[in-house]
């Protein structure tokens, strides 16, 4: 079992940063690979981009590469999503999740965060 916290949403201007993160709990999180996601109010929730186990290989949705980039802290069980130029179109419930193996564009994940909230004004 891992339960995920996120934090770090909030308000924030058209073209500034702000850096999501996800705490897991448990020993074994070297052991899986991180996705984040996002929802937005009346649409499905989508893949933004995901890590490998080690952190060695990481992957995006095209919307979003190039502005965000996710790492990870093995030894702290965290997560990291860091949004630069950030759009009012990333204006979503941001979640992270986690799943055995590989990283996968779908959300067929096993463990789900409760989300945090980013929302780009213009």
């Known amino acids: 079992q891992v339960q995920l916290v996120e934090s770090g949403g909030g308000l924030v201007q058209a073209g500034r940063s702000l850096r999501l993160s996800c705490a897991a709990s448990g020993r074994t999180f070297s052991t899986y690979a991180m996705g984040w996601f996002r929802q937005a109010p009346g649409k499905e929730r989508e893949f933004v981009g995901g890590i490998n186990l080690s952190g060695s290989n990481t992957y995006y949705a095209d919307s979003v590469k190039g502005r965000f980039t996710i790492s990870r802290d093995n030894a702290k069980n965290t997560v990291y999503l860091q949004m630069n130029s950030l759009k009012t179109e990333d204006t979503a419930l941001y979640y992270c999740?986690?799943?055995?193996?590989?990283?996968?564009?779908?959300?067929?994940?096993?463990?789900w965060g409760q989300g945090t909230q980013v929302t780009v004004s213009s």
């Open positions: 999740a986690a799943r055995r193996s590989i990283v996968v564009r779908t959300t067929n994940y096993s463990y």
